[in-house]
């Protein structure tokens, strides 16, 4: 015993320091806005457990609002961070900005089911390293806790919290009330990560509606919650519930878990009223066993509600006392343990064994310091403390009175020595408002020159006054230790930043904050039951989170192929702890890690064998990165990659090579292909094909010997030739490229179509004009009628649409646009072509279009025949009765007559009207009509009276009357 109490003292001198010349090792020199990265994680599952409420007087329902919400430090600007509930697969993105918290409240459901699997919890994934603090309020209570990133996650652990308590439900009368017991129990609440996660519980005391082992599988994802059980068949003050501390929890994949116990005052209140107000939860995450340490200091809550010991205190209105309980984790195990707990330095032994540990019972407020032999987990949690503040007379109807809350509970975890941070942020949470909020910080007095803290980014002084008793921002010495301690006030949403000029500076702190609650009875209509429950909440400083071992070592298999290195990595050891994540730096590298087993890089944590690949992101780029391997003890294994871009371009183009439209017989068709190096260092090509040796594409590469060395700018030709066959039928292939080692190749297209080509044309006759009829306009169609597509240009300096009568017009925009035209199979362009008579007689001519392709009818024929209409007529009947027009009755008429005709065949018919000048005053029709009498009406009330001509020109026939308008 002596010569462990030797030791340890030796121990606390010296342990600090090669811990964390050790640590320091591991990391280059930190700025001050960087993050320890055993303090951080990319991924976090995140829940919160239930809490126990209870029935109050409906006339004072609670005032405090039920708020879950996660503090978010990112050192990365513009840090892309996603939240997902589990429960709902809703996703917020958030941009967190680099040296701020973003508090960020969730919505969705507490785990309020116990002993089945549940959905609630939030999935927490950032692009860069991140450290997130979790505070929950409801109207029952408030508490904080700091989850672990799944990276640091373990398989085993244990519980340490403590018993369940009783609330009351609260009856009120006019006069009196009542009250009625109800559980507030302590629970365990298990995260999964992983599918097909295997967990199985091994409770150390009794457990709520569970048999004594508890096996359950869980999904990425889910939750599972067990609690502990509550005897309310009594309600004695002081009566000890049953402690599930030191349940063991193991599972095949890392989980996380958080202990709480759902309201309690952790003391024995007295007399009072319901005593609800003085009841809050404490909530705490565990860290996996072989995160335990050793060595752990208790500093105590410096809040108004810790003894002073200055005259006249009021000491029945002071916190009685807190409560260390430390815990080994095995019953079989017997650990020495060196505690000082006294404000003289001396240090007593004891030995603690079983799975409940001890506790200690602090009841004067002085820093305690703690030296196992064996690995521990140590937690912290103080009591309320109570303010009777006197019976309250109602005249006739009784008497009532009042208690305060002045302080409730918290816990935090005493995070040990062996993981004290060098850099930590924090934030007060200011959602509840009348909060006080302070944080307590100690660090080696050799130290604490080198301790540096930001407010809001901006530099900030640390106290530098000391005091030999407690004194608010003022540093003190603890006896026997190396340490001195100093506590604050903070202020709410301002974002806090402690960290050590260099690496070898730790310091260990926890926030914590209160806000009192009362109760108060008064027998009266109007007032009644009212009570408000008090609040506190505690969470330590960015707890590096790692395994206390030796770093596991290797068995280590590294190959390079194409480009790319993989690593099969496997640890070696009887007991080894195993990786926590892989990491590429810098993190822009064009690189990327390609995880083969596991199957992805956020299943690496635990893992003891891993098969990963570093790849170029863009292969034509360089590469320089780092691939880190960490494993759970924060010990890096370091593998350069290094990666030269390799690329070829290709001209005419550098996706696909178009042959055009090539007609069957004609010559074959070549294109010249050059393959150069864009780099600015040799490329070696190491073949160039066909993927399709049936195709009708060859290449002719003048015997080139492969690989072929292509220095920075330099080029390779080859020619691609294709003598096709078959007509309307496309052909591809396409030419491969191999290079870089043989690794890359790049695939270009090859196309080509063969195609007819056929341009039609058809004639326009535009029938009989009379020298004075005004122009008469036709549309010409020029149609592909074959499968290659029809371009138009001018030929040797003749108009790509040209004819001689200019009798006959088109005007030059639509010429133009023809010379841009290019016709699919099926499509047609319009021409407008007008006629307009010049002279007496027949006018034709043959007009042609030049395109690339002569087959079929490039040449339309167009007519029309000019006579004088007003003298020129035939008679009204053909020579052969099939063609004739007669005579309108009555005639003379007034505004409308009715004509009759005849057509002997089918064609194209048009009935004018013209006056005695021969000019025409109205078109009664112009289309083709089939053969047989027709009818037409001429309504002439437009014109004046006189005498007009009615001509009717059908086929090569033309005949006409004589009408006499009257009125």
Known sequence: MESFLASAKRALLSCAAMLLLAIAGLATQLSAQSLDRLTTGRTYIIAFPDTSGNLYDIRHPPSIPSIKQVMIYSATESNRVAITNNATKQVQLYSVAAGAFQITTLSGDVVDMSGSVSSNTWKIEAADPIIVYCYAATPFGAEAWAPLPIETWGVQYSVNTMPGDIVNDINPTITSYTHAPRVAPAELLILSAFDNTRITIYPKGKISGTPNIVDVALQAGQAYQIQSFVDTTTDDLGVQQPDITGTVVISNNPIGVIAATTRTANRDLGSSLGQNSMKNPLIEAMPPQDQWGRSFLYLPTADIGMPTGEPGEKIEERRPHEIVRLITGDSATVTVLASMTNQTGKFDTSTVSGWKGTSFTLGIPNPAYFLADTSAMVMMSSSAAVRFNG????????????????????????????????????????????????????????????????????????????????????????????????????????????????????????????RSGFEEFIPTNDKGYTEEVGLAYGYPLAPRRRALAPPDSLEIEQSNQCGNMRLKVRSKGESPVGFAEAYLEPPTANARIVARNPADVHLIPNKTQLDLEVAPIDPIRNAEATLVLVDRTGHQHRFPYNYVGMNVKITPSDSAVDFGELVVGGQPHDTTISICNPTDHPVAVYSVRLSNPNSQFTLDMLSTQFPVELPAGGCLSVTARITPATKNRTHTDSLMITFSSGCRTKAIALHAKTVTYCVYLGDLDFGVLGLTSPPRTMELSICNEGTGTLTFADSNGVDVLNWSDQSFSVPPTVVAQLRLAKLKQGECFKVPVTFTPKELGPASTTARVFANARSCRDTSKWTATVKDLATTVNGNKSADGKWWIMQNRPNPFGNRTRLEFSVGERGNTRVVIYNEAGMEVAELIDSVLEAGVHHLEWDASAVPVGRYYCRMISAEWSGGISLTVSR
Do not use: C
């Open 391 to 514: 019976t309250i007379l109602v005249q006739e109807s009784g008497i009532g009175a009042r208690y305060t809350a002045v302080t409730v509970p918290y816990m935090v975890e005493l995070i040990p020595r062996e993981q004290w941070p060098n850099v930590a942020p924090f934030v007060a949470p200011s959602s509840i408002g009348g909060m006080a909020h302070y944080v307590n910080i100690a660090v080696a007095a050799a130290d604490r020159s080198k301790l540096r803290m930001k407010m809001n980014g901006i530099p900030v002084g640390l106290p530098t006054a000391t005091s030999v008793s407690f004194k608010r921002n003022a540093w003190m010495s603890i006896p026997g230790t190396d340490l001195e301690w100093t506590s604050m006030e903070l202020s709410p949403t301002a974002t806090y930043l402690l960290y050590g000029a260099d690496t070898a500076v730790r310091f260990y702190g926890y926030v914590y904050g209160q």
